[in-house]
C-alpha cells in the first residue's frame, strides 16, 4: 500500500460489499463515514451508485439498519436506492429507513407530535383541500365580495406556503412578489390567522406543516430531539439542492449528535426554487457543520463527450454555481443535433419521423424520452404520436388522486382515520341528493365538536328530502368502522355505495372515470394498513395511467421536473423558443437561472443522442400566430458545439425533407476508407455534415473542391477538413 487512500480499495474494507466499481472520490465518499460530508456531484457522476454503496457499506460494517436514515426526494427513490442496497448485500438493508422529509415528519409526528399537542390522527391535506378551506374562509369572512381584485384561493395559499417554504415574513413576501396586491395584505394576514386556526380545529396538517412542525418538535422539545438524533446515527440526503431552509434545520438537528451526516447534491440541477428550495443549501453546509469534508464527483458515466461538452456549455453561462469540471472517457462523434422548425406542427413532425428511424435503428422505445417545460407542451406532438400510432407514456401531469371522483372515494377512508377530518365529510355530504353547502356545512359543523361522530350522526335531525340518502350514509360508516378489514376491503365496502352516486354526479363520462377507480382498487389492495395508505396518497400521490396501458417498452412524454435523476439513449428537448423557454414571465436574475438549470437537466439525461427542439413560431393565447426566434440559451451556447438543421419552411416535417432527416440520425458506424480527390468528379453528389446535399462543380489539382450546396450556394472546402460523404 503506498499511502493512498483509494488503495484501500484493495484491502476491502467492506467484508461483502465489493466496492471495486467505484472511482477514487466515490469510493471516499462511500467509506468517509464518521463526520460530515458534502457531496457535489455532477450530472450522471454517479450519485445514486455512491448512495447505495454507502448504505451497504454501512450495514455491512455492521451498522444496525433502523440507526441509517436515507432522505430522498420521492418516496420511489429511496425504495429504489434501498432495494439495489440490497441486492448488493442481503434484504437486511430494506431495514433502513428512506422516505422524503415529508414522509418522514408524518412519521415522526404522529409518534411523537403529542409534544406540541398534536393528536396522532391528523390529516394530511393537499393543495386543493387547502385552497378549498381558503375560499370557504374567504367567503364566511366575507373578503373580496365586492372587490374584484382580491387575490384568487390559488394566489393566497402560494402566498401563504410561499412564506413558508422561503423563511420569509408574509408582509416582505407580497411586497417582493405580488406588489400589486399590497392593499390587500391586512385581509390576507386575517386569511392566513383563520386557515391556521381551522387545521388546528380540525386535526389537519398541509405540507408545510408536515415540515414547520417537525422542526419545532426538534427545536422545542430537547427530549424528542434526542431521541431522535439518538435514533438515526448515520443520515444521508439525496439531492440536497432541492432542499429548502426549514429541511436545512431539521437535518442540523438531527445530525447534531453524531454529525454522521451526508449530503450530496448538485447546484446545477436545482430546480425547485419556485417551491421555496434555496441551494445556497449546498453552500453553507460546510458552514453549519465544522470540518466537512468537501468532495467532488466529476467523472460523468453517462454520456458521451460531444453531449458533455454542450451540457457543460449551457451551464458554464451560470451566474452561481460550484466550479466542477464535468468529463467523461464516453467516446463518440456524434453531435448533438438543434432543429428549427417552421411551427410546432413541424416540429412534432421532425421528433416523430425521427423517434421512428430510431426505433428502426434498434433504440428501445422505452430508452427515448421527449422533455418539455410544461406538460401543455406536448399536445400537437401528442396528436402527431397518435396518427403515427406510436405508443407513449406521459409523465408528469395529473396525479391519480387529483380528480375529483377519486377525492371523493377517499374522503370515505379520510373520515375513518380522522373521524374530525370535516372538509371530507362536507365532500362526502355534498354527494347526498336536495344536500346543499349551507346543510353540508351545519352537519360539517355539528360532527366537528362530536365526541362521538357515529352516534352524533345516527341522531342527526334529517330533513324528509334527504333523510333516506342521509341513513344510507350513516350506514355504510358503520359499516366501515365495524369492518376492521384491510383497505382491499374497506375499498369494496365504500364502492358498493358509492358507485350509483358516481354514475349520478358524472353521468357525461363516468365510464372512463370508472379506470381510475379500478386503479384504486389495486393500489388499496397493496397496503396492509389504512393510515399509510391515506398518508402515502396525500403525501406522494400516484400519477394518472391507465393500469393496462401501462408497461415498460414505451417511448416515455415527460416534464423535465418528473425526468429528473433518469436517464435515456435519446432525448430529445422540445419548445426551445424564446418567450416559452425561459417562460415569457421568467425575469432576469433568479428565475432566469432557474431556466438555465432546468434545460440542463434536461439536457444532461442523454446518454447517446440529444436533439434540441423549437418552432419559429408560436400560438398565442388569443389564437394569433407569433414569430419567435430559438431560446436564448441557446443562442448564447458556443458554435460547434451541435449541427443545426432546418425545417422545410412548409409544415408538415418528414414528408418532403428526408435528407434533413437522414442527418439528424446516428449514422451506423461502417469502417470507411479515407476519401481521395480521384474520388470525386464534376456532377458528384456529396453531403456535408452542415451545409447538407450538395455537387461538385469543380476538383482542383491540391486536395479542395468547390460544391454547390442547395442550401448554401456554393463553397470551396477543404478535403481534409471537410467531412464529406459522397451519396
Ligand atoms: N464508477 C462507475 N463506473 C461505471 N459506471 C458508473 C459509475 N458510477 C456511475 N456509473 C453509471 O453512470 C450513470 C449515472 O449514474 P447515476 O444515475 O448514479 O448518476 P447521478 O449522479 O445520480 O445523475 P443525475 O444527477 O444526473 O441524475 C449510471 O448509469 C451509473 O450506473
Redesign the pocket.
Same mark, same amino acid.
Given at each position: 500500500m503506498n499511502g493512498d487512500p483509494f488503495s484501500a480499495v484493495a484491502d476491502k474494507h467492506s467484508e461483502f460489499v465489493d466496492l471495486q $466499481? #467505484? *472511482?477514487k472520490p !466515490?469510493y471516499e465518499a462511500v467509506t468517509t463515514t464518521e463526520g460530515p460530508v458534502l457531496v457535489i456531484? $455532477?450530472?450522471?457522476?454517479?450519485?445514486?451508485?455512491?448512495l447505495v454503496y454507502r448504505v451497504a457499506h454501512l450495514v455491512d460494517k455492521g451498522v444496525a439498519p433502523e440507526s441509517i436514515l436515507l432522505l430522498t426526494f420521492t418516496r420511489k427513490a429511496s425504495q429504489e436506492m434501498l432495494w439495489r442496497a440490497g441486492r448488493l448485500l442481503n434484504e437486511t438493508c430494506s431495514r433502513v429507513v428512506g422516505g422524503t422529509f415529508h414522509g418522514i415528519a408524518n412519521l415522526l409526528l404522529r409518534r411523537y407530535g403529542s409534544h406540541l399537542g398534536f393528536d396522532s390522527s391528523f390529516s394530511i391535506i393537499d393543495r386543493a383541500d387547502a385552497e378549498g378551506i381558503v375560499n370557504l374562509l374567504k367567503s364566511s369572512l366575507g373578503l373580496g365580495k365586492k372587490e374584484k381584485r382580491f387575490p384568487s384561493k390559488r394566489v393566497v395559499v402560494n402566498m401563504i406556503s410561499g412564506a413558508v417554504n422561503k423563511s420569509m415574513n408574509l408582509e416582505t413576501l407580497v411586497q417582493e412578489q405580488y406588489g400589486h396586491l399590497l392593499d390587500h395584505l391586512e385581509d390576507i394576514e386575517k386569511l392566513r390567522r383563520h386557515y391556521h386556526d381551522f387545521k388546528l380545529d380540525h386535526g389537519l396538517m398541509d405540507y408545510d406543516d408536515l415540515l414547520v412542525n417537525l422542526r419545532r418538535l426538534l427545536e422545542e422539545s430537547p427530549e424528542v430531539q434526542q431521541t431522535i438524533a439518538g435514533r438515526f446515527s448515520y443520515i444521508m440526503v439525496d439531492e440536497y439542492q432541492d432542499t429548502n431552509l426549514i429541511q436545512a434545520d431539521i437535518v442540523r438537528l438531527a445530525a447534531n449528535e453524531s454529525k454522521n451526516v451526508m449530503v450530496v447534491g448538485?447546484d446545477s !440541477?436545482s430546480i425547485y426554487s419556485f417551491r421555496g428550495a434555496d441551494f445556497y443549501n449546498i453552500m453553507r453546509f460546510p458552514k453549519d457543520f465544522g470540518d466537512t469534508r468537501v468532495i467532488k #464527483?466529476e467523472? *460523468?458515466?453517462?454520456s458521451t463527450q460531444p453531449i458533455l461538452s454542450l451540457t457543460n456549455n449551457i451551464i458554464e453561462n451560470a451566474a452561481e454555481k460550484y466550479t466542477k469540471t464535468l468529463f467523461t472517457s464516453i467516446e463518440g462523434d456524434w453531435l448533438p443535433k438543434l432543429f428549427g422548425g417552421r411551427d410546432e406542427l413541424e416540429e412534432a413532425s421532425f421528433i416523430v419521423q425521427t423517434i421512428k428511424k430510431l426505433i428502426q435503428q434498434g433504440v428501445e422505445p422505452a430508452n427515448i424520452a421527449v422533455l418539455f417545460r410544461s406538460s401543455f407542451h406536448s399536445y400537437k406532438l401528442e396528436i402527431e404520436l397518435t396518427a403515427d400510432r406510436i405508443e407513449y407514456e406521459k409523465r408528469g401531469g395529473l396525479k391519480l388522486t387529483e380528480s375529483a371522483h377519486m377525492k371523493d372515494m377517499i374522503a370515505f377512508f379520510r373520515v375513518l382515520t380522522n373521524p374530525q377530518d370535516t372538509l371530507s365529510w362536507n365532500r362526502i355530504l355534498l354527494q347526498l341528493e336536495k344536500v346543499g353547502p349551507a346543510t353540508a356545512q351545519k352537519i360539517s359543523n355539528t360532527i366537528a365538536g362530536a365526541d362521538d361522530v357515529l352516534y352524533t350522526l345516527q341522531n342527526y335531525r334529517a330533513k324528509t328530502t334527504w333523510k333516506e340518502a342521509f341513513d344510507r350514509l350513516v350506514l355504510l360508516y358503520e359499516k366501515l368502522l365495524g369492518a376492521e378489514q384491510k383497505p382491499g376491503m374497506l375499498f369494496e365496502i365504500a364502492l358498493h355505495y358509492y358507485q350509483p352516486i358516481f354514475e349520478r354526479l358524472y353521468s357525461d363520462d363516468y365510464p372512463k372515470r370508472q379506470k381510475d377507480l379500478d386503479q384504486l382498487k389495486g393500489i388499496m389492495e397493496g397496503y396492509e394498513e389504512l393510515q399509510s395508505f391515506i398518508d402515502d396518497t396525500a403525501l406522494d400521490p400516484p400519477e394518472q395511467v391507465n393500469a393496462e396501458e401501462s408497461c415498460m417498452d414505451r417511448l416515455v412524454l415527460s416534464t423535465i421536473h418528473s425526468a429528473? $435523476? #433518469?436517464?435515456f439513449d435519446a432525448v430529445f428537448v422540445m419548445g426551445l423558443a424564446d418567450g416559452r423557454f425561459p417562460h415569457a414571465s421568467a425575469s432576469y436574475g433568479e428565475q432566469w437561472e432557474e431556466e438555465r438549470r432546468l434545460l440542463y437537466?434536461a439536457a444532461?439525461?442523454a446518454r447517446k443522442y440529444l436533439y434540441l427542439t423549437y418552432p419559429r413560431q408560436l400560438m398565442t393565447p388569443d389564437r394569433q400566430f407569433r414569430r419567435t426566434g430559438m431560446s436564448p440559451f441557446l443562442s448564447e451556447m458556443s458554435g460547434g458545439l451541435f449541427e443545426r438543421i432546418n425545417g422545410t419552411g412548409a409544415g408538415g416535417y418528414g414528408q418532403r425533407e428526408q435528407i434533413s432527416l437522414e442527418e439528424a440520425l446516428p449514422v451506423r458506424k461502417k469502417k470507411t476508407k479515407k476519401l481521395q480527390m480521384e474520388d470525386f468528379s464534376v456532377g458528384c453528389k456529396v453531403r456535408h455534415p452542415f451545409f447538407g446535399t450538395g455537387t461538385v462543380k469543380k476538383t482542383s489539382k491540391g486536395r479542395s473542391l468547390d460544391i454547390y450546396f442547395d442550401r448554401h450556394g456554393l463553397k470551396t472546402l477543404h478535403l481534409d477538413y471537410a467531412k464529406l460523404t459522397i451519396l
Amino acid at each position: 500500500m503506498n499511502g493512498d487512500p483509494f488503495s484501500a480499495v484493495a484491502d476491502k474494507h467492506s467484508e461483502f460489499v465489493d466496492l471495486q $466499481g #467505484l *472511482n477514487k472520490p !466515490q469510493y471516499e465518499a462511500v467509506t468517509t463515514t464518521e463526520g460530515p460530508v458534502l457531496v457535489i456531484a $455532477g450530472a450522471g457522476s454517479g450519485k445514486t451508485r455512491t448512495l447505495v454503496y454507502r448504505v451497504a457499506h454501512l450495514v455491512d460494517k455492521g451498522v444496525a439498519p433502523e440507526s441509517i436514515l436515507l432522505l430522498t426526494f420521492t418516496r420511489k427513490a429511496s425504495q429504489e436506492m434501498l432495494w439495489r442496497a440490497g441486492r448488493l448485500l442481503n434484504e437486511t438493508c430494506s431495514r433502513v429507513v428512506g422516505g422524503t422529509f415529508h414522509g418522514i415528519a408524518n412519521l415522526l409526528l404522529r409518534r411523537y407530535g403529542s409534544h406540541l399537542g398534536f393528536d396522532s390522527s391528523f390529516s394530511i391535506i393537499d393543495r386543493a383541500d387547502a385552497e378549498g378551506i381558503v375560499n370557504l374562509l374567504k367567503s364566511s369572512l366575507g373578503l373580496g365580495k365586492k372587490e374584484k381584485r382580491f387575490p384568487s384561493k390559488r394566489v393566497v395559499v402560494n402566498m401563504i406556503s410561499g412564506a413558508v417554504n422561503k423563511s420569509m415574513n408574509l408582509e416582505t413576501l407580497v411586497q417582493e412578489q405580488y406588489g400589486h396586491l399590497l392593499d390587500h395584505l391586512e385581509d390576507i394576514e386575517k386569511l392566513r390567522r383563520h386557515y391556521h386556526d381551522f387545521k388546528l380545529d380540525h386535526g389537519l396538517m398541509d405540507y408545510d406543516d408536515l415540515l414547520v412542525n417537525l422542526r419545532r418538535l426538534l427545536e422545542e422539545s430537547p427530549e424528542v430531539q434526542q431521541t431522535i438524533a439518538g435514533r438515526f446515527s448515520y443520515i444521508m440526503v439525496d439531492e440536497y439542492q432541492d432542499t429548502n431552509l426549514i429541511q436545512a434545520d431539521i437535518v442540523r438537528l438531527a445530525a447534531n449528535e453524531s454529525k454522521n451526516v451526508m449530503v450530496v447534491g448538485d447546484d446545477s !440541477q436545482s430546480i425547485y426554487s419556485f417551491r421555496g428550495a434555496d441551494f445556497y443549501n449546498i453552500m453553507r453546509f460546510p458552514k453549519d457543520f465544522g470540518d466537512t469534508r468537501v468532495i467532488k #464527483l466529476e467523472e *460523468n458515466y453517462r454520456s458521451t463527450q460531444p453531449i458533455l461538452s454542450l451540457t457543460n456549455n449551457i451551464i458554464e453561462n451560470a451566474a452561481e454555481k460550484y466550479t466542477k469540471t464535468l468529463f467523461t472517457s464516453i467516446e463518440g462523434d456524434w453531435l448533438p443535433k438543434l432543429f428549427g422548425g417552421r411551427d410546432e406542427l413541424e416540429e412534432a413532425s421532425f421528433i416523430v419521423q425521427t423517434i421512428k428511424k430510431l426505433i428502426q435503428q434498434g433504440v428501445e422505445p422505452a430508452n427515448i424520452a421527449v422533455l418539455f417545460r410544461s406538460s401543455f407542451h406536448s399536445y400537437k406532438l401528442e396528436i402527431e404520436l397518435t396518427a403515427d400510432r406510436i405508443e407513449y407514456e406521459k409523465r408528469g401531469g395529473l396525479k391519480l388522486t387529483e380528480s375529483a371522483h377519486m377525492k371523493d372515494m377517499i374522503a370515505f377512508f379520510r373520515v375513518l382515520t380522522n373521524p374530525q377530518d370535516t372538509l371530507s365529510w362536507n365532500r362526502i355530504l355534498l354527494q347526498l341528493e336536495k344536500v346543499g353547502p349551507a346543510t353540508a356545512q351545519k352537519i360539517s359543523n355539528t360532527i366537528a365538536g362530536a365526541d362521538d361522530v357515529l352516534y352524533t350522526l345516527q341522531n342527526y335531525r334529517a330533513k324528509t328530502t334527504w333523510k333516506e340518502a342521509f341513513d344510507r350514509l350513516v350506514l355504510l360508516y358503520e359499516k366501515l368502522l365495524g369492518a376492521e378489514q384491510k383497505p382491499g376491503m374497506l375499498f369494496e365496502i365504500a364502492l358498493h355505495y358509492y358507485q350509483p352516486i358516481f354514475e349520478r354526479l358524472y353521468s357525461d363520462d363516468y365510464p372512463k372515470r370508472q379506470k381510475d377507480l379500478d386503479q384504486l382498487k389495486g393500489i388499496m389492495e397493496g397496503y396492509e394498513e389504512l393510515q399509510s395508505f391515506i398518508d402515502d396518497t396525500a403525501l406522494d400521490p400516484p400519477e394518472q395511467v391507465n393500469a393496462e396501458e401501462s408497461c415498460m417498452d414505451r417511448l416515455v412524454l415527460s416534464t423535465i421536473h418528473s425526468a429528473k $435523476g #433518469l436517464e435515456f439513449d435519446a432525448v430529445f428537448v422540445m419548445g426551445l423558443a424564446d418567450g416559452r423557454f425561459p417562460h415569457a414571465s421568467a425575469s432576469y436574475g433568479e428565475q432566469w437561472e432557474e431556466e438555465r438549470r432546468l434545460l440542463y437537466v434536461a439536457a444532461t439525461r442523454a446518454r447517446k443522442y440529444l436533439y434540441l427542439t423549437y418552432p419559429r413560431q408560436l400560438m398565442t393565447p388569443d389564437r394569433q400566430f407569433r414569430r419567435t426566434g430559438m431560446s436564448p440559451f441557446l443562442s448564447e451556447m458556443s458554435g460547434g458545439l451541435f449541427e443545426r438543421i432546418n425545417g422545410t419552411g412548409a409544415g408538415g416535417y418528414g414528408q418532403r425533407e428526408q435528407i434533413s432527416l437522414e442527418e439528424a440520425l446516428p449514422v451506423r458506424k461502417k469502417k470507411t476508407k479515407k476519401l481521395q480527390m480521384e474520388d470525386f468528379s464534376v456532377g458528384c453528389k456529396v453531403r456535408h455534415p452542415f451545409f447538407g446535399t450538395g455537387t461538385v462543380k469543380k476538383t482542383s489539382k491540391g486536395r479542395s473542391l468547390d460544391i454547390y450546396f442547395d442550401r448554401h450556394g456554393l463553397k470551396t472546402l477543404h478535403l481534409d477538413y471537410a467531412k464529406l460523404t459522397i451519396l
